[in-house]
T-cell receptor, first 115, second 111 residues
Framework: AQSVTQPDIHITVSEGASLELRCNYSYGATPYLFWYVQSPGQGLQLLLK??????LVQGIKGFEAEFKRSQSSFNLRKPSVHWSDAAEYFCAVGASSGGYQKVTFGTGTKLQVIP | KAGVTQTPRYLIKTRGQQVTLSCSPISGHRSVSWYQQTPGQGLQFLFE???????NKGNFPGRFSGRQFSNSRSEMNVSTLELGDSALYLCASSFGEETQYFGPGTRLLVL
């Protein structure tokens, strides 16, 4: 069974600073990998996804993530954080199982942005 | 295309009652998944429906049930509500085995 670990429960960064959110997964084959963002009281919005190909994936809102098979990681990055990026971020891994995809979510990282 | 819609957005119920939540997927999506989100347990998978059939089920008691209609709309039902059922219930739709797109959720408060 696959699993996802987001080691940082809470991260605080200054506006304009760079950001990296960590995500480690466990799965025997090449997984599907996702990053979602959730604003308070809202649903999850897809930021980006990796299925195959180029290991550096560009997403919306200036985010990118890099798949590193050797480290079983899929860290999310942004070069310059904006106050509106304050939210909770979820990494997820999907794996085909019996003809459908089972998605497992990490516990999330809450991002606080200070002026 | 319209996104995933969920109704109602907010609900207040009392212990012992039952509740039905509705989810309309993105047009053309045949898979609908339900999740429960709480501060303590995070995002937990409830079940997934595809073409009116439950394909996968999480580790929840039988009080939690669901169904999917021929137009792919889905409902989930929770019977005999408990205080611990208070949560944000999220629905996600996908086209087959691809990316899940989430609705805004239904916030359920059990008193």
């Amino acid at each position: 069974a696959q699993s996802v670990t987001q080691p940082d429960i809470h991260i605080t960064v200054s506006e304009g600073a760079s950001l990296e959110l960590r995500c480690n997964y466990s799965y025997g084959a090449t997984p599907y990998l996702f990053w979602y963002v959730q604003s308070p009281g809202q649903g999850l919005q897809l930021l980006l996804k990796y299925f195959s190909g180029d290991t550096l994936v560009q997403g919306i809102k200036g985010f990118e993530a890099e798949f590193k098979r050797s480290q079983s990681s899929f860290n999310l990055r942004k070069p310059s954080v904006h106050w509106s990026d304050a939210a909770e971020y979820f990494c997820a891994v999907g794996a085909s199982s019996g003809g459908y995809q089972k998605v497992t979510f990490g516990t999330g990282t809450k991002l606080q942005v200070i002026p | 295309k319209a996104g995933v819609t969920q109704t109602p957005r907010y609900l207040i119920k009392t212990r012992g009652q039952q509740v039905t939540l509705s989810c309309s997927p993105i047009s053309g999506h045949r898979s609908v998944s339900w999740y429960q989100q709480t501060p303590g347990q995070g995002l937990q998978f409830l079940f997934e429906y595809f073409s009116e059939t439950q394909r996968n089920k999480g580790n929840f008691p039988g009080r939690f049930s669901g169904r999917q209609f021929s137009n792919s709309r889905s409902e989930m039902n929770v019977s005999t509500l408990e205080l611990g059922d208070s949560a944000l219930y999220l629905c996600a739709s996908s086209f087959g085995e691809e990316t899940q797109y989430f609705g805004p959720g239904t916030r359920l408060l059990v008193l």
